[in-house]
């Protein structure tokens, strides 16, 4: 099993910057893909970025690419969500996941963290 373990939320002013962290423990070799994943009030939840563990290639969604940067350290089992140039509707429970090996969904989840961007 993989435990998550996100920090770093908090209220930011439009055009500030925010760092996540997520904290993984358990079983974190059988860890292949690692997301951060935001849902706002009333919305779906949506994949704002990730990173393969292994090689770190990275992909992102439209609406934060160029802002946001994700990136981790395997050494200390931690993926991080550096965001910048905020925006109101940045605002969301951020949620840190991983994909094991084997998978095709999503199998671990964080408990989240809330960012809020105020204008």
């Known amino acids: 099993q993989v435990q998550l373990v996100e920090s770093g939320g908090g209220l930011v002013q439009a055009g500030g910057s925010l760092r996540l962290s997520c904290a993984a423990s358990?079983?974190?070799?059988?860890?292949?893909?690692l997301g951060w994943f935001r849902q706002a009030p009333g919305k779906e939840r949506e994949l704002v970025a990730s990173?393969?563990?292994?090689?770190?290639?990275?992909d992102y969604s439209d609406s934060v690419k160029g802002r946001f940067t994700v990136s981790r350290d395997n050494a200390q089992n931690t993926v991080y969500l550096q965001m910048a140039q905020l925006k109101p509707e940045d605002t969301a429970v951020y949620y840190c996941?991983?994909?094991?090996?084997?998978?095709?969904?999503?199998?671990?989840w964080g408990q989240g963290t809330q960012v809020t961007v105020s204008s």
């Open positions: 358990g079983r974190t070799v059988n860890i292949f893909l």
């Open positions: 990173i393969n563990r292994r090689s770190g290639l990275t």
């Open positions: 996941a991983a994909r094991s090996y084997g998978f095709s969904d999503w199998t671990n």
